[in-house]
């Protein structure tokens, strides 16, 4: 039996975790469920040893478990098939299904032949067609998932810990891996199903552990739970922190279109359709992974799509975010280090890009004035710097953000596209940064957010389109509350498996 | 707190410091070659450094915009692309005044033509840059022997010849040129659109291009004014030495980097500067050149250049990797 007891992670101010307990039962399997940002990511990593508690312990059969060592989580029997996958791209499948469990030979060099030999038999457990020898990176994403699985599966585990294992999968890999699941639980392993599909959830998990804000809800045995209990187990009432919206934006709302985008098409998105008006703001919700990040970045000529787009005085896809900046659409990264500020050059030089981005590049690049309209700027959005030209990187997180917004509002936008405009910034940035999008709508910008934060989206947004597969399939208006958002991405992901889940858990 | 703050202000300003560093130690070279050879500081020789220098600082600054545009950026096509160019303007003019004007603009546009070729590889076809540029620089290298049979012919015009190796005022034409050529380039990074955006994309590429920067348009175009660069330098090195050998060119590759960095620009992009290169360049020249007068060997000269380069490099990078 494997127990957690009191399992609490702060990431600096921030609780990631409050003290979580529950118990694998070998010959069970049981479902971990949560909306986003419950805290299941963290639990899942602190298992497989990779994020240490800062609270809390792990019992192995008796046995306590160091925490944060992934090593001694591996020789417990603790298997982990991460959701975001822990595969180095340039080994190949072979190597990385072994990586740390490599068989030995007498002189402690690395058994090759064995690699092979060994991994030839998992993939074969998991008819993968694949040959061992290929570079991971080669793989579509699909199967790399499964070699995720399949890493953890080698290591022959007493308690497997699946991480959203399905979401990548084709259905016949769904159906398979179950089939080997159950296998393992017969042997009498214990798993844990982390997933927000329902409907795999009740096919095959006997009991479901809820966690909502970081703490556990409830353990429930799944056949005395409705869906509906689970649903209410995982929302909650939650208490809003944030102010009531302003409806500054409604005066000028419908007078004009800032942007129209149609049936957006490729391998993430299945035919989005939105439309943007001046002085709205859109919001973007659903859980997590459900191409919220596509949609923007196709939005913005970011990666290739199929469809159609218009903005004032422009028709057609945007071939690059550069050509997108040139009709005024514009972007902030929810990657703020690696694709947002540039930390070794200066404040001033920060925000000017947004002016001088699209410029001729033999034009003269700085005027007089556009001194004084930095500084205003920096002022206006309460940057705390000792001088213009330092140094970006050395500014706080929140503050760099502020910069990402200067930037913007000096470009002068039509339309901004953001994504996670709050993440890892500290609460009254996060309320100065939310009366800042209102003020850029007040002005007539069309603003289109994505957020995993459900409490911001129904605090700031006009409306809120929910995505889930790559589609949109509800659209909340009116009187935005936190639980209804969370309520309909559940549901989306609920009503839009509906029909094909059925029979698929009717196979099993 | 307010200590740690201080030191940080400093460190920020590292690239004004390392050139500080640079101009203190080519000073330092000098004063040296003067203390063991009096005619090391005389005016005109300290003229002639300068000049050779600038064929040098020539060469380095289509280098210095490579590798401020980031990614991994180098150009080790320079060398090819100078010997092409001399030979190009040599054949092309075959001696001749009147020739001169076609021969200079053939060989500027092949110049560009090439950089363009480096650029588009390096940005669309995603090679690195190190492996483009030096492919390029051995297919530049096998059409020079082609199109010289080996034996390259002409030589330059005396108009050539006298910016090569006349003066004005008692000083080199080739100072002269070089100085506006400096000056150019100063003001296109200090004030043009084009140079300011260098700097930020060098530094983050990738947001770069998420704030709408055209990268590619400016990454390519950096590539061409590199091979423009070099096209300069090889059409001035023909009316410095008069005549063409093959691959004249190669003694700048690894020297124009070395003058980039030991200038003080980042070889990972985004900090730096022309006028580093410029003191990068003399400063390296002053050093071979003082090597020489102290009759050294060729085996001791490249020790104690490599020993200079590594001691000054050490001091630059004495830095925080992040902050």
Redesign the interface.
């Known amino acids: 039996m494997l127990t957690i007891e009191g399992l609490r992670k702060e990431y600096g101010a921030v609780v990631a975790l409050q003290g979580a307990s529950l118990s694998l039962v070998p010959g069970t399997i049981h479902a971990l469920l949560g909306a986003n940002g419950s805290g299941k990511s963290t639990l899942v990593k602190m298992l497989g040893g990779v994020v240490r508690p800062t609270e809390g312990m792990i019992w192995v059969d008796e046995q306590r478990l160091e925490t944060g060592s992934p090593a001694h989580a591996i020789h417990q029997g603790i298997a982990v098939s991460y959701q975001e996958t822990s595969l180095v791209p340039s080994m190949s499948v072979a190597d990385n299904l072994l990586l740390g469990i490599e068989p030995t030979g007498k002189a402690g060099y690395v058994a090759r032949r064995a690699i092979r030999e060994r991994a030839a038999e998992i993939l074969d457990q998991l008819e993968l067609n694949i040959p061992p020898d290929v570079p991971v990176a080669e793989l579509p994403t699909n199967a790399q998932h499964l070699l995720e699985i399949g890493k953890a599966l080698v290591k022959r585990p007493k308690y497997l810990v699946l991480d959203e294992a399905t979401a990548a999968l084709r259905r016949e890999e769904v159906k398979r891996l179950f089939s080997i699941v159950c296998g393992l639980r017969d042997e009498g392993a214990a798993i844990l199903f982390v997933s927000h599909r329902f409907d795999e959830v009740y096919a095959i998990c006997d009991r479901a552990t809820v966690l909502r804000n970081g703490a556990v809800v409830g353990t429930r045995s799944l056949s005395k739970t409705s869906r509906e209990e689970l649903i209410q187990d995982m929302i909650g009432q939650r208490i809003s922190l944030e102010p009531v919206r302003q409806e500054t934006g409604n005066s000028i709302k419908k007078q004009s279109l800032r942007l129209k985008a149609r049936s957006l098409t490729n391998s993430e998105l299945g035919g989005v359709d939105l439309e943007v008006s001046a002085g709205e703001i859109v919001g973007i919700g659903g859980l997590q992974g459900q191409g919220q990040t596509a949609l923007l970045r196709a939005l913005?000529g970011?990666i290739l799509v199929r469809g159609d787009l218009e903005t004032e005085g422009h028709r057609g896809l945007f071939r690059?975010?550069?050509h997108?900046?040139?009709s005024g659409v514009?972007?902030i990264?929810g990657d703020r280090g690696?694709?947002?500020?540039?930390?070794?050059?200066s404040i001033y030089?920060?925000i000017?890009?947004?002016r001088?981005?699209?410029?001729?590049?033999?034009?003269?690049?700085?005027q007089r004035g556009k001194n004084r309209a930095v500084r205003d700027l920096v002022e206006q959005l309460k940057i705390v710097h000792?001088s213009l030209t330092?140094?970006v990187?050395?500014l706080s997180g929140g503050n760099q953000q502020k910069v990402l917004f200067a930037?913007t509002l000096a470009?002068r936008p039509n339309v901004v596209i953001l994504d996670d405009p709050t993440k890892g910034v500290d609460v009254s940035t996060r309320m100065e940064i939310h009366r800042l999008l209102r003020s850029m709508a007040g002005a007539g910008v069309g603003l289109l957010i994505a957020s995993s934060d459900d409490e911001e989206l129904a605090g700031v947004c006009d409306r809120v389109l929910i995505m889930y597969e790559g589609r949109i399939v509800r659209e909340l208006t009116g009187d935005l509350q936190p639980s209804h958002i969370t309520k309909a991405s559940i549901e989306g992901a609920q009503s839009e498996k509906g029909k094909g889940a059925e029979t698929r858990a009717d196979s099993l | 707190m307010a200590f740690t703050e201080r030191v940080k202000q400093r460190l920020g300003q590292s690239s004004r410091n390392s050139l500080g560093i640079a101009v203190g130690v080519a000073v330092l070279l000098t004063a040296v070659g003067g203390a063991f050879n009096r005619g090391f500081v005389s005016p005109s020789n300290l003229l002639n450094l300068l000049a050779i220098s600038s064929l040098l600082g020539l060469a380095a600054a289509g280098q210095t915009l490579v590798v401020l545009s980031g990614g991994e950026g180098i150009d080790l096509s320079i060398g090819a692309v100078i010997s092409l160019s001399a030979v190009l303007t040599s054949q092309i003019s075959n001696g001749q005044n009147g020739l001169l004007l076609p021969a200079v603009v053939v060989t500027l546009v092949v110049g560009v033509l090439l950089g363009l070729v480096n650029g588009l590889g390096i940005y669309l076809a995603q090679v690195p840059p190190l492996i483009m540029t030096l492919g390029m620089s051995s297919v530049i290298e096998g059409i020079v022997l082609v199109y010289t049979q080996g034996q390259p012919k002409g030589q330059a015009p005396p108009f050539l010849a006298a910016l090569g190796t006349g003066q004005v005022l008692g000083i080199p034409w080739l100072i002269i040129v070089w100085a506006m050529f400096t000056l150019i380039i100063w003001y296109v990074l200090k004030y043009l659109v084009y140079g300011r955006l260098l700097f930020l994309v060098g530094d983050n590429r990738s947001a770069g291009r998420m704030s709408g920067v055209p990268v590619a348009k400016l990454v390519v175009g950096t590539y061409a004014l590199s091979g423009f660069f070099s096209a300069c330098t090889g059409i001035l090195f023909l009316g410095y030495t008069n005549t063409t050998y093959l691959n004249i060119g190669d003694v700048y590759i690894l020297p124009s980097v070395a003058a980039v960095v030991v200038g003080g620009t980042a070889l990972s992009g985004g900090r730096g500067g022309y006028i580093g290169t410029v003191v990068g360049a003399i400063l390296l020249t002053v050093l071979d050149s003082l090597l020489t007068t102290l009759h050294m060997g060729e085996a001791t000269r490249g020790i104690i250049n490599g020993v200079v380069l590594l001691v000054l490099l050490s001091i630059y990078t004495r830095q925080p990797k992040d902050a």
């Open positions: 913005i970011a690059n975010p550069s997108a900046a040139e514009r972007f990264s690696r694709e947002g500020v540039f930390g070794q050059r030089e920060n000017m890009i947004g001088i981005a699209t410029s001729p590049l033999w034009q003269r690049a700085w000792h330092q140094e990187r050395g930037r470009s």
